[in-house]
């Protein structure tokens, strides 16, 4: 039985794609059309409602460093898909896809996110 | 004699009680489990139909406004292109209505009772109580946010009206991000049944004789979650990086000091 809801989890999260559910709030701010690559390490994942948010360090050329907030689903949704807060573990590194801010700002909605030993969550084909 | 009388006139007491208990319990469906809303939350039904989303302009097929209110619509749809239309939930603080209580993301419950049937829904959280005990609305009723629902039982149809609704009077309830609103005249007669054992239907009349011109159906469904699926705390204003700025109306994304990072 265990398995057997461990197996249909699995499928939900597959069928979803852990795709973003920013249902609570607009996601006006958000250009749906763009998605944006960044890459950084991660410094904070706030698993918490309305929103999670996980909090990316990104590095220039020049070295200088700039906090880049990405929005996601709430932590209810998300684990029911089998989100944890351990998903996005402080420290790793990470590149995350995202729907840019229209302003250009360090904000984004997420897309999906790969892993340096190719684990990818939610969109990333 | 006397001990056939007697026993004939509790069998009938007995009788006419049954009778006037509003259900039994093992009469009533099982509406148990948790449950998700099918399709957007959006009241349009060509949103739900899949022939548009929400932000898709010219499907909308639009609730029966008269002038007036098609007018304020209007309004609302252009806000909201703009982001100057704030979700009125969005600062955590109100209960999100009714009948917007039936267009909510995340999970619901139903708990059902012969004497009451209870609406429970993640988001928010919000409650709906519905009384089936055969009480009457309260002809003074003042107006709040879900208002005031009564029913009965049809077979396995849950049918109630729900009145005194506050509506958009003190701009602080909408019906979905749309900007749908309603006054505070607007009732509405609700038919909730199972059409099979994962799907709920929930089947609306919405009548408001200030802002319609005729009823107004809108049907949601509701889909069974896996056995076992949890429900959450909905700490709404836990960690709430998307306030509505009272000045402008705009949602705000804020940075993780509180910045607001789309100025």
């Known amino acids: 039985m265990r398995t057997t809801f461990k197996v249909a989890m699995l499928i939900t999260l597959a069928v979803l794609g852990a795709a973003p559910a920013r249902a609570h709030h607009s996601a006006a701010g958000f250009d749906n059309t763009k998605v944006k690559e960044i890459t950084g390490t991660i410094k904070e994942f706030q698993f918490k409602n309305p929103h999670s948010w996980i909090q990316v360090m990104v590095e220039d050329e020049k070295g200088q460093q700039t906090e880049w907030s990405v929005e996601w689903g709430s932590p209810n949704n998300l684990g029911r898909q089998g989100i944890r807060p351990s998903t996005f573990p402080p420290g790793a590194k990470v590149t995350i896809r995202l729907n840019p801010m229209e302003n250009g700002g360090p904000a984004g909605g997420f897309v999906g996110a790969k892993f340096p030993d190719g684990k990818t969550i939610g969109r990333w084909e | ?263």
């Open chain 2, 1 to 263: 004699m006397r001990r056939t009388a007697a026993a004939l006139v509790w069998a009938v007491a007995i009788t006419a009680w049954l009778a006037a208990r509003p259900a039994l319990a093992q009469q009533l469906p099982d509406w148990s489990g948790v449950w998700t809303m099918v399709g957007p939350t959006v009241f349009d039904t060509a949103t739900q139909t899949g022939k548009g989303a929400v932000t898709t302009p010219g499907v909308r097929e639009h609730p029966p406004y008269n002038a007036e209110w098609e007018a304020i619509y209007r309004t609302h749809l252009d806000l909201r292109d703009k982001n100057r239309f704030p979700d009125t939930i969005s600062n955590c603080g109100v209960p999100a209505g009714f009948p917007r209580l039936f267009n909510l993301p995340d999970t619901y419950e139903f708990i059902v009772r012969p004497e009451q049937v209870w609406v429970l829904t993640e988001n928010g959280p919000n409650i709906l109580r519905v009384y089936t005990d055969g009480r009457p609305h309260l002809a003074d009723q003042w107006e709040t946010y879900t208002g005031d629902s009564v029913g009965r039982w049809e077979g396995d149809t849950l049918v109630f009206t729900t009145r005194a609704l506050k509506g958009f009077r003190d701009k602080d309830v909408i019906l979905d991000r749309t900007g749908l609103v309603l006054s505070d005249k607007a009732h509405v007669t609700t038919r909730m049944r199972k059409l099979d054992p994962a799907t709920l239907e929930v089947r609306m009349t919405i009548e408001d004789p200030v802002s319609l011109t005729r009823p107004w159906p809108v049907t949601k469904q509701f889909r069974k979650q896996p056995l076992g699926t949890r429900v959450y705390d909905y700490g709404c204003a836990e960690n709430n990086r998307n306030p509505v700025d009272a000045t402008s109306g705009k949602t705000l994304i804020l940075g993780p000091d509180g910045a607001v990072l789309n100025k």
